[in-house]
């Protein structure tokens, strides 16, 4: 009878402990999330005034061009390390992917996100103590640069998140920051963007089952034209956003 106790204490604190894992996924996809992700348009203010998007097709196809861009280049690198979520890992697809991007203006909000999240997650998700601890190590040092999809990766692996998982939330948040982009740009009205959304889960799966799984020897642009006007960003007279 006590044996039976006892092993009825562990399976609940277990499964305790798996429910505040469950809270903090959810938490770590939530807009409120102060990680900066709404200050940059991924090249669609931009592309608003070279004039490539002139009307709503043209504001959904950039859009899925965003989202094929983001699962050929950087599912790879969630993907990595969401199967490796240590130090070792971190640093060296960092590396990596700060060899790859070579538009510094995509470079920059890269980094400039993954640092906020790296912040944030470090103060926030407290039950995964090695967040904070790898950050203090690293910040400073100049060892790793601190981009974000592989610090998303990192977290998510860290929250207990499969890597299925983990890359179609990296396509869930990319398709909701670039179609909130949209709404500020007064592209799209708040319920428009909404069914907007929803119509494009479809093509967000298929982009995801084409990109997902892949090794960061596989990553790639697939949208040079997007690539380019991303990098013009810096050059625009009057912006809204950081990129």
Same mark, same amino acid.
């Given at each position: ?157 860290? !929250?207990?998140?499969?890597? #299925? %998982?983990?890359? @179609?939330?990296?396509?869930?948040? *990319?398709?909701?920051? &670039?179609?909130?982009? =949209? ?16 119509? !494009?889960?479809?093509?967000? #799966? %298929?982009?995801? @089952?084409?990109?997902?799984?892949? *090794?960061?020897?596989? &990553?790639?642009?697939? =949208? ?20």
């Amino acid at each position: 009878m006590e044996d039976d106790m006892i092993m009825d204490k562990k399976r609940r604190k277990t499964a305790s402990a798996d429910f505040l894992l469950q809270w903090s996924q959810w938490q770590l996809l939530d807009s409120i999330l102060p990680t900066g992700g709404f200050a940059h348009s991924f090249g669609l203010e931009a592309a608003i005034q070279a004039r490539i998007i002139l009307g709503h097709e043209d504001f959904k196809n950039q859009v899925i061009h965003i989202l094929e861009n983001t699962g050929s280049l950087l599912l790879p690198f969630v993907y990595s390390a969401t199967n490796s979520p240590d130090l070792d890992t971190w640093q060296r697809l960092d590396r990596i992917l700060d060899a790859t991007l070579t538009n510094e203006v995509s470079r920059k909000a890269s980094i400039a996100q993954g640092s906020a999240l790296m912040r944030v997650a470090a103060a926030v998700f407290t039950e995964v103590p090695c967040l904070k601890t790898m950050r203090d190590a690293c910040i400073g040092s100049g060892a790793v640069s601190f981009h974000h999809a592989p610090i998303f990766g990192m977290i998510c692996g860290l !929250l207990g998140m499969d890597s #299925e %998982t983990s890359q @179609k939330a990296y396509i869930f948040i *990319t398709m909701r920051d &670039a179609i909130s982009a =949209a709404t500020r740009l007064n592209l799209v009205g708040p319920l428009g963007a909404a069914v907007l959304q929803h119509q !494009l889960c479809l093509v967000a #799966e %298929t982009v995801l @089952k084409k990109w997902m799984d892949h *090794t960061v020897e596989e &990553a790639c642009q697939t =949208a040079p034209l997007l690539d380019t006007l991303q990098g013009c960003h810096s050059y625009l007279f009057s912006r809204l956003f950081c990129s």
